[in-house]
């Protein structure tokens, strides 16, 4: 049972739906900008413009803060992949450049989601190395439809062993790209345009190799 206390109407402002959402999102920018070892949960309730205990009621601590923010990005990529092309739908090369696309967009218009994302995860947690890696694996299954079927199920060893190098090939390829683009990186004063059409002929060699 809460304390007593839980019915004031402070208490009963900090606990609504809404001011979770304002947690995460500030939880997001200031993860992206410090990580996880450098920020404070003081920080982030200062930055969601709410008390500490606030952050608290949600969310039982700073490890599980920075988890649930890196889940909802990771879902929000998946919404925009799965709104291009759902998994039931045909897997086509058009589908697979409007993927990359809408990825690429998606970063664009969501700078501190992929800072988060590209720069902060790598190396914090084992919990958030595990997230990582099934994100990453549930969209390499996604990929395999581009050979024509529904996964590496073709008879062939060898086969299934140069799909899913193929696959392998093309995330690493994404995520060091975007990486590098991102502020201050190797490519970020290069054109858009120009590293985007790199990006789709070389998906496409890779692809149809």
């Known amino acids: 049972m809460r304390d007593s206390d839980d019915n ?10 809404s001011r979770r959402n304002d947690i995460l999102e500030a939880a997001i920018r200031q993860f992206a900008r410090k ?21 608290y ?3 039982s601590g700073k490890e599980e803060l920075f988890s649930a923010a890196v889940k909802r990005v990771f879902q929000s990529i998946s919404d925009v992949v799965a709104a291009v092309r759902d998994d039931d739908e045909p897997a086509t090369p058009a589908s697979l450049a409007a993927v990359i696309d809408a990825v690429w967009n998606w970063i664009d218009d969501h700078p501190d989601e992929a800072t988060l994302l590209y720069l902060q995860l790598p190396g914090t947690t084992r919990q958030i190395t595990t997230l990582r890696q099934e994100f990453e694996d549930q969209h390499a299954q996604r990929a395999f439809a581009y050979f024509g079927g529904e996964g590496p199920r073709r008879t062939s060893a060898a086969r299934r062993a140069t799909e899913t190098l193929t696959v ?12 590098m683009r991102l502020a201050d990186g190797p490519l970020s004063d290069e054109p858009s345009t120009k590293l985007r059409r790199a990006v789709h002929e070389l998906a496409d060699r890779l692809m149809n190799t």
């Open 35 to 55: 990580g996880l070892v450098d920020t404070a949960v003081t920080e982030v309730a200062e930055e969601a413009n709410v008390a500490a205990t606030a952050i």
């Open 8 to 17: 004031t109407p402070n208490a009963l402002q900090a606990h609504r739906p």
């Open 57 to 59: 009621y949600h969310f």
């Open 168 to 179: 392998r090939t093309l995330i690493d390829l994404l995520i060091s790209v975007h990486t």
